[in-house]
């Protein structure tokens, strides 16, 4: 189903005979909008009362464009499930295809809702993002860092994690989201700091006295920059006593990264610690699953802030902080899907303007 016909099949949560404008063509003005280079409410005004004879051919508009207030209303409204699902639905038909696949965990904070708020307070969104097709296929909003710890179970209950590896980072180190995923036949990889000081004195004891035959080692250059990782594992039985390793649901494997990063003249170096509910599997692969999870940042998060300028976005109000997060992403996976050589910020200038390559944008993309 292309997205139009998605768009079109959303059952409007308003009095439909006392609004003048349809519930899609806002959402697929606001879609058009942020493929082309469009950042706020007005751009959408812009973009449609500039492209009028585009935007009608995908849209109704039985009384002309939506006001700066019909947008920031509905979209302030529109409850996030609406958007979630469609993010969920855009994804699963690839997701099907995969066999274990990496589910990375983590939350970007949208400067621009709050602008004075300083460092871990503001509003958060915690992003599910598949490493292997780089698709975001769910999202929460907190208020603060510090809820992430009661929204990740939340979005782990609304994904089917069966046979994935769901990897979060420290803030998600918590023994009651292990046995979440482990309740839904899914694997974790758990970042370990002090947060869990009890486990993660053991860990780090356990690998200062014990060797590994397990090993691995992966070399990264760029132009400016050589990175070093090294993995060692070891079992979570022969390092933990019973009553430590039984609190902790599944838990099979440790894990210690040893990075050494050369940028210029510049060494940075670093030891990380993780836990897994997987066993038997080699040092190389836990190595992948780390760098992995990385991906989460590199190619989601900084694609919102560089390529989509989230921070910018002030839309406070309701749900529209949510709402317009879920639009961004889904621009952003239909972006991804063209096959060019041109930069994804290129790709939204290209679409800004050239509407027919905008049409090929919507049409190479499928949602369900």
Avoid at 127 to 141: F, H, M, P, T, Y
Wanted: hydrophobic share 35%; with cysteine; net charge negative.
């Amino acid at each position: 189903m292309d997205l139009v016909s998605y768009f079109s099949d959303i059952e409007d949560f308003r009095m439909v005979n006392k609004c003048n404008h349809l519930l899609s063509d806002i959402l697929l003005i606001g879609l058009f909008t942020y493929l082309s280079n469009g950042e706020d409410y007005e751009d959408m005004i812009l973009f449609a009362e500039n492209h009028p004879d585009f935007v009608r051919e995908y849209c109704k508009l039985p009384n002309g464009v939506p006001s700066h207030d019909t947008f920031n209303q509905v979209f302030s409204l529109l409850d996030t499930s609406v958007l979630n699902k469609c993010l969920m639905d855009c994804g699963k038909a690839i997701l099907d295809t995969l066999g274990e696949k990496q589910i990375c965990i983590d939350g970007k904070k949208i400067k621009g809702v709050n602008p004075r708020s300083r460092g871990n307070t503001g509003l958060y969104i915690v992003n599910a993002w598949v490493s292997e097709n780089e698709l975001c296929i769910g999202q929460k909003k907190v208020a603060d860092k510090s809820n992430e710890i009661t929204a990740i179970p939340e979005i782990i209950n609304s994904l089917d994690i069966e046979n994935a590896v769901v990897s979060i980072d420290a803030m998600g180190c918590q023994k009651e989201i292990a046995s979440v995923i482990m309740a839904k036949k899914g694997h974790y990889l758990l970042s370990l700091k002090s947060n869990q000081s009890e486990l993660f004195e053991d860990v780090v004891c356990g690998f200062k006295a014990r060797s590994s035959d397990c090993f691995s080692e992966e070399w990264e250059y760029s132009s400016s920059r050589f990175e070093t990782r090294k993995c060692r594992i070891l079992q979570a039985k022969d390092v933990l006593l019973d009553e430590n390793l039984s609190v902790w649901a599944g838990l099979k494997t440790l894990i210690q990264i040893e990075s050494e990063r050369h940028l210029d003249a510049d060494i940075q170096k670093e030891t990380r610690y993780y836990i897994s509910s997987e066993e038997g599997l080699s040092a190389d692969y836990f190595n992948e699953l780390v760098r992995g999870h990385w991906g989460i940042e590199n190619k989601l998060h900084w694609h919102l802030d560089v390529t989509f300028r989230e921070d910018s976005c002030r839309a406070r109000a309701g749900f529209s902080a949510e709402n317009l997060s879920a639009l961004r992403k889904l621009a952003l996976q239909m972006i991804k899907n063209q096959k060019d050589k041109l930069s994804l910020k290129k790709r939204r200038l290209k679409a800004a303007y050239n509407t027919d390559y905008l049409k090929d944008i919507i049409q190479n993309f499928s949602c369900v």
